[in-house]
C-alpha cells in the first residue's frame, strides 16, 4: 500500500488521475473480490491522504457507471463488483455516504439502475457494522429512496424485498430482534470473544441481534460474565487468571453491568461457573481481584454477595464465601483506612 501510494504521488499529475481511477476499476472489475477491495482500499488511502482529488474520483467512476448498463451484457453482477469496488470509500477519512451516494446515483437514476448498486453497496457496509448504524448513517445523510428509485417503484416492497429496512429508521425497528436463547446467546458470545474480536465488534454485534430488553436481562448478564471469565482462565496446575483478558474485556463488562443489581448477578455467575468446575483453588480471588482492580465490580455489589441469602444461589456459596475471605478483610481494611484519611 504504502509503495502504491508514493507511485501514485510520484506521477504528480493530479489533473489526469481520474484516468488512474477509470482504468484500476475497469482493470479489477472482473478479478476476485480480494482484489476489487483492495483496489477500493486503496482509492480510499489516495482520497484520505490528499494524493487524490474527489472530484477526479467522481469522474473516473462516472465514466465506468455511464456504461455500467451496457457492460451488464457481459459483466451480469457488474453492480455487485462496482459495489466491492465502492463501499471501502464510505470508511473514516473517505466520502461521507450522502454526498457519495448522491454522486453515484446520478448518472444511474434514469436507468433505474441508483437503487441497487445502492442496495449492494449498504449490504456489503453492514458485513463490518450493524444495520442500526449503517441506518444511522443513511439517515444522518438524509438520504431517501424516494430521490433514488424511479417514481413508479413501491418504496416499502422495494426495501422489504433487498432487505435493507433498516433505511426506514425507527418504524421498522419496533417489531425487534427475535427473543435469543440462553444457549444461542452463549455460542454466539463464545464465538466471538474465544474468536479474540475486539470490543467494538461484540458492541455491534450485540446492538444487531439484541434489543435493549434483552441486554438488560439477567440471563445475558450472566451468560457474558461467564464467557469473559471462562476466556481468562489459564488452564495449568493450578489454575490461574490472566489478568490482560479481564483488563481488555473491562469496557464490554462496563457497558452491561449498569447497576449493582447486574454486578450482584456477574458474581452469582462467576460462583455458578466456580462450582462447575469444581471450586479450583484460590481461583475465584484471582478473581475478584481482578475485576475490583478492573473497576468491573465495586464493594457494594461485592459486600451484596457476601450477605445475599438468595435460595437460587446458595449453590457452592460457603466454599466460595470461604476462598475469598482474605478478599473481604482486604477490602474492609481498605475502605477503613480511606474513611480515617
Not at 500500500?1 to 472482473?30: D, H, I, W, Y
Not at 433514488?148 to 425507527?170: R, S
Not at 461467564?226 to 462496563?254: F, H, W
Request: negative net charge; charged residues 25%.
Amino acid at each position: 500500500m504504502k509503495e502504491a501510494l508514493q507511485c501514485v504521488q510520484e506521477m504528480n499529475c493530479p489533473q489526469l488521475l481520474f484516468v488512474f481511477v477509470r482504468n484500476g476499476l475497469e482493470s479489477t472489475l472482473e478479478r476476485s473480490a480480494i482484489a476489487r477491495e483492495h483496489m477500493g482500499l486503496l482509492l480510499h488511502q489516495l482520497l484520505k491522504s490528499g494524493i487524490l482529488p474527489t472530484p477526479q474520483y467522481y469522474k473516473g467512476l462516472q465514466e465506468i457507471l455511464e456504461v455500467a448498463e451496457d457492460m451488464a451484457i457481459d459483466i451480469p453482477h457488474i453492480f455487485l463488483y462496482l459495489a466491492e469496488l465502492i463501499t471501502p470509500m464510505l470508511q473514516e477519512g473517505g466520502i461521507p455516504m450522502g454526498e457519495l451516494f448522491r454522486e453515484i446515483a446520478k448518472p444511474l437514476i434514469p436507468l433505474g439502475k441508483a437503487g441497487l448498486l445502492l442496495v449492494h453497496i449498504l449490504t456489503l457496509l453492514c458485513k463490518g457494522m450493524s444495520h442500526k448504524k449503517a441506518g444511522t448513517m443513511w439517515r444522518e445523510a438524509d438520504l431517501r429512496w424516494t430521490e433514488l428509485l424511479p417514481e413508479d417503484v413501491d418504496v416499502n416492497k422495494f426495501v422489504t424485498e433487498n432487505n435493507v429496512e433498516f433505511t426506514l429508521g425507527d418504524e421498522s425497528e419496533k417489531s425487534g430482534p427475535k427473543e435469543m436463547s440462553a444457549t444461542e446467546l452463549t455460542k454466539q458470545l463464545d464465538r466471538l470473544i474465544q474468536g479474540r474480536a475486539d470490543n467494538q465488534k461484540i458492541f455491534d454485534w450485540v446492538e444487531a441481534n439484541l434489543d435493549e430488553q434483552q441486554t438488560s436481562s439477567s440471563v445475558f448478564v450472566r451468560v457474558l460474565m461467564t464467557c469473559v471469565c471462562q476466556s481468562a482462565i489459564v488452564c495449568e496446575n493450578p489454575y490461574k487468571v490472566d489478568g490482560e483478558q479481564i483488563k481488555l474485556r473491562a469496557k464490554l463488562l462496563q457497558r452491561y453491568l449498569k447497576d449493582e443489581q447486574k454486578e450482584l448477578q456477574a458474581l452469582y455467575a462467576l460462583q455458578a461457573l466456580m462450582v462447575q468446575m469444581e471450586q479450583p483453588a484460590n481461583l475465584l480471588r484471582m478473581f475478584f481481584d481482578t475485576l475490583y482492580d478492573e473497576d468491573v465490580i465495586k464493594e457494594e455489589a461485592f459486600y451484596q454477595w457476601e450477605s445475599g441469602k438468595d435460595p437460587a444461589e446458595q449453590q457452592g456459596k460457603g466454599v466460595a464465601l470461604k476462598s475469598v475471605t482474605a478478599f473481604f478483610t482486604w477490602l474492609r481494611e481498605a475502605e477503613e483506612e480511606s474513611d480515617n484519611s
